[in-house]
Structure formats: C-alpha cells, structure tokens
C-alpha cells in the first residue's frame, strides 16, 4: 500500500498568518529604521558640525585703511574670541589718529548644502534616496517572502497530498493513506479527504462482496432452476406423447398435473425467496436500546415451540451481561427463526442456541447434533443457497439469514462442530 505521509506545524492558518505578517512587518521596521539611521549619520558626518560658524573680524581704520579675517571656530569660541580682539591700542606714526573701527560677523553654516565639494553631495543625495527607496524595496520584498513563506510551510504540503489523492482516485485507485501531521485548517480537510476515501472504499468493498454474493446466489438459483424445469418439460413432454395417441388413463394424467403443480409451486417459492432477499438488501436497520435478557428469554419462549414440534430439546444459554444493547430485535428474531426452523430438519435429538458479547459485537451460534454440512458444501462458492433445498424448502434461508446479518454490521459463518453437527455463527453490531 501506497503511503503518503508529510509533517506540518501545529498552529492553526489564521494564527500562522498573523505571525508571519507580524514577523515580516517587525523585520522590515527594524531594517528601515537601521538604513534611515544610517543615511542620517553619513549626512551629519558630510555636513559640518551645526555648531560651528564662521566668525569674521573686520577693522575700519581712521586712514581709510581696513582688515578683515575670518576663522571657523565653534559658537561657543566664538563668543570667547570676540573682546580678545578687540584692539587695545593702535599704532600709527599719526599720533592724532584714532582708535580703529572693529566690527564683528558671525555666519552659521548648520547644514549649509553648498558648502560641500561635489563628490560629498552626490553621496548626500545618495543617502536621501535611500532613505526613501530601500524602506520601500523592503516592505515589498517582505511581503512576497512572508507569501511565499506561508504557501511553501502552511499550504504547498497539503495542496499536494490533496492533488495527488485527487489524481489517485480519478484513476480508481483507493489504495493509498494521506497522513498530514497537522492540526490547522489543511490538516483538518486532509483528515477529512482521507475520511472520505476510507469511506469510499469501504462502500466499494461492500458493493463488490454484494454483487459477488449475488453472482454466486443467482448461479445456484439458475443451477437449482433446472431440475424442476427439467421436470416440468419431462411431463409436458410425456403428457404431449401419450395425449396425442390417446394413450393416458385419467390416473396418469392426474399423477402428471399434480407433480407439475408442484414443481410449479416449487419455482414459485423460489422467485419468492429471491424477491424477499432483493427487498432485505434495502431494508432499513432500526437499532433500539433493548434488555437482552427481556428479550432473550421472549425469544426462547416462541422459538422453543418449533423444537417441540419434532420432540427436540432447545439448549438456550445467554452470557450477555449487558443490561441493554441497541440492536433490530425483529432482525434478530427473523434470523433465529430460520437457523432454528433449518436445524430442526437435520438435528437428531438437541439443538443448541448460545449468546455473548464482546467488543461491541453480538455472537451467537446455532449448532444441531445432526449429520453436519458436507465437505463439497462447505467448499462450494454457493453454499449460502444451496445447503437446505428439497422439495419443501427454497433453498434460501441461510442468503436471507446472510443479508440480514450483513445489513445489521455483522457476519455469518458455516462449519461443523467438534463433535459432529452443523454449526451455523453470526455476528450483529451493538
């Protein structure tokens, strides 16, 4: 048998689903907020320090003359370097000169862009596109991996065993088990597929065991079909002779209509026995919570009287020790009454009836101290219709005991006692 077996992990779809986009989502945050630290610090690091300025001095003199420096220092230097330069004294050989005029600048350059050189501020651009883009670019590949993700751990596994299962019984092959390891959603409907083909094939098996017995029944019947025909067309034949050459007293001819009659009624019973199996096949089960004992000890009172009838003693033993079993007690009856009404023809001086129970199941088993079935019986493909008929009996007693047991979850078998008698046992679902 062909195994298909795949291991999942247990969370159900929805919870996994939110896990993988909460975990995508965290991860392309954490990556965004590392670039845009990134690109800011490369900027800061380009761009000179927002605490500098430029501090330019510049000096009027009373000759027209003048100076002017300028020093890049930190604000706060600046503001310390300004009275240091401012002039004490001035020197000139124009002793009626004075004093020279000093004035003062500050200019910040705090991110002044144009300050730098070329090859800095296509690396600034640079990091403010990248900023933008890459924050971008990860959220879109984060979404395609945690799809892709999700569909390859949560769904690729079960969509295929589904598919190949699927395939499996389109080709009528029922052979094969899908095992999903799970416990979220997909596994839920792999458990159920596999239900369903468990289901299917067992109907399969069920129909096939039906239209095998029923194969075999209809061969008996058309095997056992011939001896009376046969004797039918003999009289007629026989009759057709003697008629024609007025050679018949009304004796003969009695003699002749009576065992046509009964042959006739011998076919009759015959098509009967078929159409009552026919209408059991598709009779409904009606289990009921009943008390065996009850029940056992009705049944024995009914069915102790066909024994009676030919001076047979009824062995009855019950070990059910339930209280209650749900079973078709009329099922049950109508099976008893025909293994009874059969070993009352065969057995010689007991019939035995015994009850018990066990995983779930009713076994009983009806035994007869007679001459037992016949080894080419036992061996037929056949035996269910073949075993009980004469020329008072169809012959298909124990097909119908068969069906009933079959319809009711059970079974029935034939064979021989230890000591000599047959033994008929059967099985019903409780």
């Not at 070990?319 to 079973?327: G, I, K, P």
């Amino acid at each position: 048998m062909e195994a298909v077996k795949q291991k999942s992990r247990l969370s159900g779809l929805r919870q996994s689903f939110i896990l993988y986009v909460l975990t995508t989502f965290l991860l392309v945050a954490l990556l965004s907020a590392l670039v845009i630290w990134s690109c800011l610090s490369l900027q800061n690091y380009l761009l000179p320090d927002s605490d500098q300025v430029y501090l330019t001095v510049q000096s009027d003199y009373p000759d027209g003359s003048s100076t002017s420096t300028t020093v890049l220092m930190s604000l706060n230097d600046a503001l310390q370097e300004i009275p240091r330069n401012v002039p004490t004294e001035y020197n000139s050989e124009d002793p009626s000169a004075g004093e020279p005029d000093v004035r003062y600048s500050v200019t910040s350059i705090e991110n002044s862009f144009s300050a730098l050189s070329p090859r800095r501020k296509l690396v600034y651009r640079c990091s403010q596109i990248g900023m933008t883009a890459l924050p971008v670019i990860f959220s879109l590949a984060g979404i395609l991996l945690c799809g892709l993700t999700f569909y390859r751990r949560k769904l690729k596994t079960p969509i295929s065993l589904l598919a190949s299962a699927s395939r499996e019984i389109a080709g009528q092959n029922l052979d094969f088990q899908i095992s999903c390891r799970s416990r979220d959603e997909m596994g839920m409907l792999c458990d159920s597929f596999e239900k369903m083909r468990q289901t299917l094939k067992e109907n399969y098996q069920k129909l096939w065991r039906m239209l095998e017995e029923r194969r075999e029944l209809q061969g008996s019947v058309a095997h056992d079909l011939r001896n009376p025909i046969a004797i039918i067309q003999g009289y007629a034949q026989y009759l057709q002779f003697h008629l024609t050459k007025e050679q018949i007293n009304r004796e003969k001819l009695l003699s002749a209509a009576d065992h046509i009659m009964q042959t006739a009624q011998r076919l009759d019973r015959y098509t009967e026995s078929l159409r009552t199996i026919s209408r059991l096949e598709e009779l409904e089960i009606q289990p009921r919570p009943v008390s065996f004992s009850l029940l056992s000890d009705r049944m024995f009172a009914d069915l102790s009287l066909l024994a009676e009838k030919e001076h047979l003693e009824l062995n009855w033993k019950n070990t059910v020790s339930e209280q209650e079993v749900s079973l078709d007690a009329k099922i049950l009856y109508r099976i008893l009454e025909n293994l009874i009404g059969n070993a009352v023809r065969f057995a010689e001086k007991e019939i035995c009836v015994r009850f018990s129970c066990k995983s779930g199941m009713l076994h009983v088993t009806v035994s007869d101290d007679g001459s037992g079935f016949p080894d080419k019986i036992l061996n037929s493909a056949s035996r269910y219709a073949s075993i009980d008929s004469d020329g008072t009996h169809s012959g298909m007693g124990l097909a119908i005991c068969r069906v009933l047991c079959r319809n009711h979850g059970g079974s029935l078998t034939l064979r021989n006692g230890e000591k000599g008698g047959a033994a008929v046992s059967f099985t019903l679902s409780i």
